[in-house]
Structures are given as structure tokens and as C-alpha cells.
């Protein structure tokens, strides 16, 4: 159970996103929108013999543009019932500051199960530029280090990438991935599928809520693939989601994946978050 949550607060690092303008390729302006969104977890789909039958919770996710940077902050609480026994009832704190010139990446997250900590990680990572080697060191758990390869991107970065491929009619996007978690794992291989062309706004679910739900989207299939030195990549991911991705960044929905059973965040409510006021 530890690992399923532990997935559960990975998609939430690589899948939510600040405010950003930056041109793509093509140069055109991409706007991200910086928001604060609200979740409503339930259970998806659940296969015969799945240990899970039943799951709620909740999910607040935060990301602000400061004058250098972007600030995110996310809490997630779920509580999963299995077939036999008492439920578990989890819970994910993250922060995080990522760099505008792409230079810094910053994370502190625990991890709790029915009170206990189970994980928890804080540190910096460090490099040049994007597209540069990098070295990331912690402080909890203490005297670990991880080496960035020149393509590794940082949570806001790699989700620019996907929403980058999406608009240029690509259908994948491929990076190295560090958000801080699972340091024996990092960085994780990381393969974002498109499925499919932009749909318009009103289609789908979760969109009613105003300007900022009045965007296209794609649905967006990611893997994320443990890359370890020595081991080279795994053959099976670490975790599986599929999101309904906006052109401005807000994610309408997601579904966690764990084989014999998925859980559903649905978009319940948004708020805008103005930006700063910087010199």
C-alpha cells in the first residue's frame, strides 16, 4: 500500500503545473495558468481478485508564481477500503520551488499511513541550465545524492514538454524526471503519450468552471520507469495515469492506474491565483 501512495504523490508532482509564458518551437505563447485546484478522489475501475474495493478522498493542489520562480504546494488524503480488514487511511504533503531559468529545483514531501510516517524527502537539486547535467543532495534522507543527466527535467518543465508535443501534433514526449521522490529510483524515465488531437473545451467532463476550464485539452498517458545506475531501465513502470490536460495547465482529471483497481480525481473546483507584482 506504502507504493501505491507513493504514486499517487509522483502524478502529483509531474502532472499539475503553475503559471508560466514561454514560446514553443513554432513561436508561438503558451499560457499556463496559476491556480489552485480542488479534487474529489473515488474509485475507478476495479478488477475481480483487486485487494482494493472502495477508496475516497481528497486533493488540494496549489502552484504560484513568484517573481523567480514557481511555488507549489499539494495535500492529498485518501482512504482505501480492501475487501477484508480496516481501512487505510494515507495522507501526502508536498512543497516544492522550481526556477525560472530552469537552474533549481527544491522538494520537501512526506508520506503518512494511518499517522506514520512512512517517507519523507527533502533537498535541492542543482545544475546550469535545462538541457545540463545536474546533481541533486539531500538533507532528509541525510548524505544522499543523485546525478542529473543533461536531459532530466524538473516537474514544471516536463509538463511544458508534454503540452509543447501536444500543440506541434506530436504523439510522444520522452525526458529523464526528477521531482525528489524515491531517490533509489531517481530519475525516473519518463513517457508521455498523446492520445489522440486537441478536443474542444466543452467537451468531456469538468467544465464549468469559467475561463479557466474554457481551454482545449488532450488526454495524456504517462509512465513513469525507474532508471537506477547499474540497472539501466526497468521494463515495468513504477506507476501508470491517464489526465485530461488543458493548453493552459490545469489538469480536469486523472486516473492512477494499479492494474487491479484505479482511482479517479475528478476537478471539483478552481481558483485563479494573480500573479506577483515583481520589479
Not at 58 to 64: D, L, P, Q, T
Not at 222 to 246: C, D, I, K
Request: contains cysteine; glycine residues 10%.
Amino acid at each position: 500500500m506504502t507504493f501505491q501512495i507513493k504514486t499517487i504523490r509522483n502524478a502529483l508532482a509531474g502532472g499539475l503545473l503553475a503559471a508560466l509564458l514561454i514560446p514553443d518551437s513554432a513561436g508561438a505563447v503558451v499560457i499556463h495558468a496559476s491556480h489552485r485546484a480542488f479534487y474529489e478522489i473515488r474509485i475507478g475501475r476495479v478488477d475481480m481478485g483487486s485487494q482494493i474495493v472502495d477508496a475516497r478522498g481528497r486533493m488540494v493542489a496549489e502552484w504560484n508564481r513568484a517573481c523567480d520562480g514557481w511555488t507549489s504546494s499539494q495535500r492529498l488524503i485518501v482512504s482505501m477500503a480492501p475487501g477484508e480488514g480496516e481501512p487505510i487511511n494515507s495522507e501526502v504533503v508536498m512543497t516544492s520551488f522550481e526556477a525560472l531559468d530552469g537552474t533549481l529545483f527544491s522538494f520537501d514531501s512526506e508520506t503518512r499511513i494511518g499517522g506514520e510516517t512512512v517517507e519523507a524527502v527533502k533537498g535541492a537539486a542543482e545544475r546550469a541550465g535545462p538541457g545540463k547535467a545536474g546533481r541533486a543532495t539531500y538533507n532528509v534522507p541525510r548524505g544522499v545524492a543523485v546525478d542529473l543527466p543533461a536531459d532530466t527535467v524538473f516537474p514544471f518543465e516536463h509538463t511544458i514538454a508534454v503540452i509543447e508535443a501536444a500543440e506541434q501534433g506530436q504523439k510522444r514526449a520522452f525526458s529523464h524526471y526528477f521531482d525528489g521522490s524515491q531517490p533509489e529510483n531517481a530519475p525516473m524515465a519518463a513517457n508521455s503519450l498523446i492520445l489522440g488531437k486537441a478536443r474542444d473545451a466543452g467537451d468531456g467532463s469538468e467544465n464549468s468552471f469559467g475561463d479557466l476550464s474554457a481551454h482545449k485539452w488532450w488526454p495524456v498517458r504517462l509512465a513513469m520507469f525507474a532508471s537506477s545506475a547499474g540497472r539501466g531501465l526497468n521494463e515495468e513502470p513504477e506507476f501508470e495515469m491517464t489526465q485530461v490536460l488543458q493548453d493552459n495547465g490545469v489538469v480536469r482529471r486523472f486516473e492512477f492506474d494499479y492494474g487491479e483497481f484505479s482511482l479517479v480525481a475528478a476537478l471539483v473546483e478552481i481558483e485563479e491565483i494573480a500573479p506577483p507584482r515583481c520589479n
